[in-house]
């Protein structure tokens, strides 16, 4: 069998754990498994296993997958969906959906029971892993993220070495505060706004998808002393507009290669 | 303003429940009251850590239902949240006059509080005279050692090691914690340390044990060493807490605390017997 490029599709808010009505983004995620009925599996850790989290994934999931759920706050209870061996599970899947909530606490957690490991497994094997907000962050080399304060850069898995930003158009402040960061030395990389998707084939940027018109991507990084900002060409995944281009661009390139078609430029200090 | 100057190693307070409080006795105060009983302050701020549940609504709502109306400042800290509140961790853990930290599972517990650093603002908390308290896994997590089955079958899992020895938990009411933990303590994978029944708390001044209480008839704890390969197993029997609610919060903790060791002196005279 065919071994299968690591993929993952780093949400900047949306899916089903913020869009009741829409699964454009879920849908497209999904485009990507080969089985006809594929085995997703969700972790809902970053939100503390919030029960109302788990339900919204099964109905959203459980229709058209082999939908699962592993808890690491309810294992000692019996109520932590999957009771075996949670490497050999995870392995198994076709797609690891990460929920939203804190990062910060969702990696303390992983670490504890060992699934930064299993996941980076995941990854290299082909199981496509996604998620928003925090689902979205942890993939990165650093991300940042707000908790109890000023944002700060936090260190993610580092499957993809750049930095992530997500919900860049919900706060205000989060543009200037991602600048800053980058300025003091985090690592360039992409901000997403809500209901964008961030789609990596190995550490390659290969896709921007939207469930919204108006969302935007970012590619954020540090020229010379300055940080710059790239608007980077969002595929909106809904109904197409009158005058829809034909078929959209090549697939972006990495953040060395060429400067992906820059609608705008914003420089920060 | 988060940082507060040392007291005295006799002057610090850790209340190890192995189960009871608001989260696991709805219609039983006392070891709550008892709690609040131990700050002198006469409103004592209290800041409930719900983090080895996943900080679950159930327990977030359970305590606010019993520190609301009574003598003190309650809030609670979810490290799931995003954005409750823009002041820093530390500021809020070392402005507080008790710290309660609830059960669930205590791997997770700690690995969060490392994630956030808030094990380092524990410790500096109970140094700077903040009583601390908790169950179940918010009693095992002060010690060297616990018993957890935070991934199923019970293990033992290092604390951060405030108090010398290993604690285990629900010593009746999950059966299944205390051979694992006899068994580690025989084979000196486990300091010798303390088995508490659901409502038995224990009180440590400094690192020192100095009072075994309990919410309710029947509990007891049991202090158990490894001696020469041999276990050997003391039963200590608490004393039972009675409900004195109001005047303690009127009177202050000496007096209210002094007359509670007074009823039980005279009931232990009168050879009161055990359920």
């Keep these: 069998?065919?071994?299968?490029?690591?993929?993952?599709?780093?949400?900047?808010?949306?899916?089903?754990?913020?869009?009741?009505?829409?699964?454009?983004?879920?849908?497209?995620?999904?485009?990507?498994?080969?089985?006809?009925?594929?085995?997703?599996?969700?972790?809902?850790t970053a939100s503390g296993d919030a029960d109302h989290y788990v339900v919204r994934f099964y109905r959203r999931f459980s229709p058209a997958c082999e939908a699962s759920h592993v808890s690491l706050f309810r294992r000692d209870q019996g109520t932590g969906?999957?009771?075996?061996?949670?490497?050999?599970?995870?392995?198994?899947?076709?797609?690891?959906?990460?929920?939203?909530?804190?990062?910060?606490?969702?990696?303390?957690?992983?670490?504890?029971?060992g699934l930064d490991a299993i996941l980076r497994k995941a990854w290299r094997r082909g199981i496509v892993l996604c998620g928003p907000s925090a689902g979205s962050l942890c993939w990165f080399e650093q991300a940042l993220s707000a908790f109890h304060g000023a944002p700060r850069p936090v260190r993610g898995l580092g499957l993809l070495p750049y930095s992530n930003c997500v919900h860049y158009d919900a706060e205000p402040a989060r543009r200037a505060?991602?600048?800053?960061?980058?300025?003091?030395?985090?690592?360039?990389?992409?901000?997403?706004?809500?209901?964008?998707?961030?789609?990596f084939r190995a550490t390659r940027l290969e896709q921007i998808v939207s469930s919204s018109p108006d969302a935007s991507a970012y590619e954020v990084r540090l020229r010379g002393r300055r940080?710059?900002?790239?608007?980077?060409?969002?595929?909106?995944?809904g109904a197409p507009a009158q005058h829809a281009p034909e078929p959209r661009e090549p697939p972006l390139g990495a953040m060395s290669g060429a400067p992906p078609s820059v609608a705008r430029e914003a420089v920060a200090a | 303003m988060s940082a507060r100057a040392p007291v005295a190693i006799d002057e610090r307070l850790i209340f190890a429940m192995g189960g009871g409080g608001f989260t696991m006795e709805p219609n039983n105060p006392l070891l709550d009251d008892f709690v609040l009983s131990l700050t002198g302050a006469l409103e004592p701020r209290i800041l409930f850590l719900p983090t080895a549940s996943g900080d679950t609504s159930a327990q977030i709502?359970?305590?606010?239902?019993?520190?609301?109306?009574?003598?003190?400042?309650?809030?609670?800290?979810s490290l799931f949240r995003l954005r409750e509140t823009d002041r820093p961790l530390e500021e809020i853990v070392l402005e507080q006059d008790i710290i309660y930290v609830g059960g669930g599972s205590m791997r997770n517990l700690l690995a969060l509080w490392q994630a956030h650093g808030i094990d380092t603002m524990l410790l500096d908390a109970?140094?700077?005279?903040?009583?601390?308290?908790?169950?179940?896994?918010?009693?095992?997590?002060?010690?060297?050692?616990?018993?957890?089955?935070?991934?199923?079958?019970?293990?033992?899992?290092?604390?951060?090691?405030?108090?010398?020895?290993?604690?285990?938990?629900?010593?009746?009411?999950?059966?299944?914690?205390?051979?694992?933990?006899?068994?580690?303590?025989?084979?000196?994978?486990?300091?010798?340390?303390?088995?508490?029944?659901?409502?038995?708390?224990?009180?440590f001044r400094g690192k020192r044990m100095e009072?075994?209480?309990?919410?309710?008839?029947?509990g007891a704890a049991q202090r158990v060493d490894a001696i020469a390969g041999e276990l050997v197993r003391n039963r200590i029997e608490p004393e039972l807490l009675l409900g004195d609610g109001p005047s303690r919060a009127l009177g202050g903790r000496d007096e209210a605390v002094e007359e509670l060791r007074r009823v039980h002196r005279m009931r232990r005279g009168l050879g009161r017997g055990r359920g």
């Excluded at chain 1, 690592?187 to 706004?193: K, N, Q, S, T």
């Excluded at chain 2, 009072?211 to 029947?218: F, I, L």
């Design chain 2, 126 to 203: 109970w140094k700077a005279g903040v009583v601390l308290a908790g169950l179940s896994a918010g009693a095992m997590c002060w010690f060297e050692a616990g018993i957890t089955r935070s991934s199923g079958p019970p293990e033992a899992l290092a604390g951060l090691g405030l108090l010398a020895g290993s604690l285990t938990v629900h010593a009746d009411g999950e059966p299944e914690r205390l051979p694992a933990w006899l068994a580690g303590v025989r084979d000196n994978e486990l300091p010798g340390g303390w088995a508490l029944d659901d409502g038995v708390g224990l009180l």
């Design chain 2, 61 to 77: 709502n359970a305590f606010k239902a019993r520190f609301a109306h009574r003598h003190c400042i309650a809030e609670h800290v």
């Design chain 1, 1 to 44: 069998m065919p071994s299968r490029a690591p993929q993952i599709v780093a949400l900047g808010g949306g899916g089903f754990s913020t869009e009741r009505d829409g699964t454009l983004l879920d849908d497209y995620v999904l485009s990507l498994l080969d089985a006809p009925r594929p085995r997703v599996c969700f972790l809902p």
């Design chain 1, 227 to 237: 940080v710059v900002e790239h608007r980077l060409d969002v595929r909106y995944l």
């Design chain 1, 81 to 113: 969906g999957v009771e075996d061996d949670l490497a050999t599970h995870l392995l198994a899947q076709d797609l690891i959906y990460v929920g939203g909530g804190n990062v910060l606490s969702m990696l303390g957690a992983w670490r504890a029971h």
């Design chain 2, 211 to 218: 009072r075994v209480v309990s919410s309710r008839p029947g």
């Design chain 1, 177 to 199: 505060e991602y600048h800053r960061a980058v300025a003091d030395g985090m690592c360039g990389g992409f901000a997403a706004d809500d209901g964008v998707a961030l789609h």
